[in-house]
């Protein structure tokens, strides 16, 4: 008698694994700066110290001093004759659109003539940062760009390198800051280093956004109370509404 058997199955189905997206890992890191003017005329100070500030409502400390934020700085005049200028300041800043695409082929220069300016920051953009591979996983992507100086005419030299890696499913942002330290024109010179994009799955595009010229400008403002406030943009969406629990102006009282 002949008995036939059959072997134990395997996966069924047969089929393949369907594709996967890679969480992001990039996001963008900027800083929002302002100085805002409380009062012509010397008040007391904060009522409680950075209890008493307030950023879209929330305090950037409780009520038992634990921080309701991150990576922000604070720093107080009273609007004395006197008061000394706040040294984290960086000066009056004025900042050009630029908004061109950086290919492989072709840099995009600019030129600066404002001979007052001591230092530029450059705003790199990229709209999405991922790349789908043929199985349909979608990945994180690298790029490396670099800017360059020229000082009238002199020849350029490399201030920034850098190679990005990561993912980003929305726009990324990364500042440059650097020096500016030769004779004017100075022209600036962005490079996209890496190839460009090899079709519709890869996204990488790399766009110079902005350029902002810095006059370091040391001013103390006397007679004028001050709040000057530094925070990571990303905590926010838009600049937050500041509100500041103060005693009050000085007023000599007659005897």
């Known amino acids: 008698m002949q008995y036939i058997r059959g ?8 089929g393949n694994e369907p594709p996967t ?35 879209d409502g929330t305090p950037v400390l409780d009520s038992g001093g634990n921080t309701n934020f991150s990576g922000y700085t604070v720093l107080t005049r009273q609007g004395t004759q006197a008061q000394i200028s706040i040294d984290a300041l960086d000066g009056s800043e004025s900042e050009v659109a630029v908004g061109a695409q950086i290919v492989n082929a ?27 591979e043929d199985d349909g996983d979608i990945v994180g992507q690298e790029v490396t760009i ?32 650097f020096d500016l330290s030769g ?11 890496s190839g460009d ?8 595009q790399t766009w110079w956004a902005s350029y902002t010229e810095i006059v370091d400008e040391k001013l103390s403002y006397p007679n004028s109370a001050l709040m000057y406030l530094r925070f990571d943009s990303r905590q926010f969406n838009n600049i937050p509404a500041r509100k500041y629990l103060i005693r009050g102006i000085k007023v000599k009282l007659p005897s």
């Open 7 to 14: 072997a134990g199955g395997g996966d069924k189905g047969g």
């Open 21 to 55: 997206e890679a969480a992001d890992s990039l996001q963008s890191v900027q800083y929002a700066t302002v100085l805002d003017l409380i009062s012509e005329g010397e008040i007391q100070g904060l009522d409680d110290g950075h209890k008493s500030v307030y950023l």
């Open 106 to 132: 072709t840099p995009v220069v600019r030129q600066i003539t404002n001979s007052n300016t001591n230092r530029v920051r450059v705003t790199l953009r990229i709209p999405s940062f991922r790349k789908i």
């Open 146 to 177: 670099k800017i360059e100086v020229q000082y009238n005419g002199g020849g350029y030299n490399l201030v920034k390198q850098d190679t990005i890696k990561g993912k980003s499913s929305n726009v990324y942002l990364r500042d440059y800051l």
């Open 183 to 193: 004779a004017f024109p100075v022209d600036i010179k962005f490079t996209r280093v």
């Open 197 to 204: 994009d090899a079709g519709s799955k890869e996204e990488s």
